[in-house]
């Protein structure tokens, strides 16, 4: 997407060091532009744990790349000790959060490739290089093809408005920033936007990082998108007042019979749509099925992240980036990062093959190669 009309990706390799990724430092948006560059792998998990990088796709394209950088670190003295290091840093690099699924995955892409061929350590590194741009690539595409996918329901709920403003809520960022281009929730706002559809988007600002205030409302900014950021208790009082004629929300790790891992508080707002007849739609690439789970609510695992996250508020304070206390100090606190909405709330899956209903027969009959593979109840 175009950041003051300049095209760029959340991530690339350095045109001139072939043994750089640069990202987009996202702690710092919207109130700083912040290209950093990595070249080790444990920089690379740095990133990915401390959130520089976030988004279920930015992750797992991130890991990719993290693996290529540390091809490019591993003992080359014989194969099996590059493969004993690579294997090690496919571990750290897997840890640094545990429920977006894209992440592992896009390892175990990489480390399945390496493992399969290569003949020598240089056709290895070519190997984890190809693999990271094609994992990016795909991700960028899946989303493009995702907001033409989605695009479709805005238009629709346009057409029965007769032109009127649609209005979208969605949760957190799942827009471009949380992926290589184009986004999952945002990408068929984006869609509809540029083939003239009336929208406006009500932005949660997601507590405790405000993904939403600082991360969807720069990016629908830059865009020319109208957006209201609003509270995350706001929803509700949206929906019951007719404000909101759609939900669409990403997702970190769904499984294959439709259950959804989102940032923390998507459960509570598939709730409150459920009860104002508001259809609530995820949108995601297939690197975010696990089609090994089938119940989300007991098997997803959930991330816990840090307390200070929900001790502290950050933001700029006359011109310098701060971080203030609003607790008691040394408040206990809990901070589950993610929760589950459960299929049954969910009124579709919105993917880069199409959209299907949230179940086992609507994620099978888009993805039939998993059939048969799938655990049974
Ligand atoms: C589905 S990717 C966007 C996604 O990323 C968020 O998590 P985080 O910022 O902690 O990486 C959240 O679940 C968003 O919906």
Not at 57 to 80: E, N, V
Not at 119 to 142: G, N, P, T
Not at 270 to 279: E, F, Q, T, V, Y
Not at 328 to 339: E, G, I
Request: charged share 20%.
């Amino acid at each position: 997407m175009n950041v003051a009309g300049i095209p760029y990706r959340t991530i690339w390799l350095d045109q001139e060091d072939a043994g750089v990724v640069k990202i987009i430092d996202q702690r710092y948006l919207p109130h700083r532009f912040i290209v950093e560059s990595l070249s080790t792998p444990d920089q690379m998990a740095r990133a990915i744990t401390d959130m520089h990088v976030r988004g279920a796709g930015l992750i797992g394209a991130a890991a990719g790349f993290g693996m290529y950088l540390a091809s490019l670190t591993a003992d080359r003295s014989s194969l099996d000790s590059f493969m004993v290091d690579m294997a090690r840093s496919a571990e750290m690099l897997i840890a640094t959060r545990p429920t977006a699924v894209n992440l592992s995955w896009a390892v175990q892409r990489i480390l399945d490739g390496i493992s399969a061929s290569g003949a020598s350590v240089e056709d290895k590194i070519a190997i984890c290089l190809d693999s990271a741009h094609a994992i990016a690539d795909e991700d960028a595409d899946f989303c493009r093809r995702i907001g033409r996918h989605g695009a479709e329901i805005i238009t629709g709920i346009s057409n029965s408005k007769a032109g009127a403003t649609v209005n979208i809520l969605t949760h957190c960022n799942a827009g471009w920033l949380a992926f290589v281009d184009y986004g999952t929730a945002t990408s068929p706002i984006y869609t509809a936007f540029g083939q003239g559809i009336d929208v406006h988007v009500w932005v949660d600002e997601t507590r405790p990082r405000n993904q939403g205030a600082s991360l969807t409302a720069w990016e629908l900014q830059q865009q020319g998108i109208p957006y209201t950021v609003i509270v995350d208790n706001a929803g509700g009082h949206l929906m019951q007042h007719g404000m909101v004629d759609l939900v669409i929300t990403g997702s970190d790790r769904t499984t294959f019979t439709g259950d959804v891992a989102n940032k923390i508080g998507t459960y509570l707002k598939a709730l409150a749509a459920r009860d104002n007849g508001i259809p609530f739609y995820v949108a995601l690439p297939s690197s975010t099925f696990d089609w090994t789970v089938r119940d989300g609510v007991r098997d997803i695992p959930i991330e816990q992240r840090d307390g200070e996250e929900v001790r502290y508020i950050e933001g700029l304070a006359e011109d310098r980036l701060t971080s203030v206390l609003i607790t008691p100090q040394n408040s206990p606190v809990a901070n589950y990062a993610f929760d589950v909405t459960p299929a049954r709330l969910v009124t579709g899956l919105i993917t880069e093959r199409g959209i299907c209903p949230a179940s086992e027969e609507g994620t099978l009959s888009l993805f039939p190669e998993h059939r048969g593979t799938v655990p049974q109840p």
